[in-house]
Nanobody, 125 residues
Framework: QVVLVESGGGLVQPGGSLTLSCEVS????????MAWFRQAPGKERAAVAS????????YYVDAVKGRFIISRDNSKNTVYLQMNNLKPEDTAVYYC??????????????????WGQGTQVTVSS
């Protein structure tokens, strides 16, 4: 059984930072591409960032480029999302997802096989 567990969410002030973690079990993490998605209230789930299984290729949507960093530690079966200079519009439930590789249309959530339950991030003063 594949299980993805996110952690690290919480309440942070605008301009602050937060790091999310996602620990994976039940699949070969070192051969899995990983991604972060988010779903804001009243909106559809949207892609944030993805990383190849080697960790060498990383992809970001324009809304988070220069502020968020995706990384992974294959020895810990964990992928991270470091979020800096957070804005109120970053408020959402953040999900991690896994797939065999990063496809060219990786921003489509249908391209990812396994999902976590999500962690809430709220950016507010």
């Amino acid at each position: 059984q594949v299980v993805l567990v996110e952690s690290g969410g919480g309440l942070v002030q605008p301009g602050g930072s937060l790091t999310l973690s996602c620990e994976v079990s039940g699949r070969t993490f070192s051969l899995s591409a990983m991604a972060w998605f988010r779903q804001a209230p009243g909106k559809e789930r949207a892609a944030v960032a993805s990383i190849a299984y080697t960790g060498g290729d990383k992809y970001y949507v324009d809304a988070v480029k220069g502020r968020f960093i995706i990384s992974r530690d294959n020895s810990k079966n964990t992928v991270y999302l470091q979020m800096n200079n957070l804005k109120p519009e970053d408020t959402a439930v953040y999900y991690c997802a896994a797939a065999p590789y990063v496809r060219s249309d990786w921003t489509r959530d249908a391209r990812w096989d396994d999902w976590g339950q999500g962690t809430q991030v709220t950016v507010s003063s």
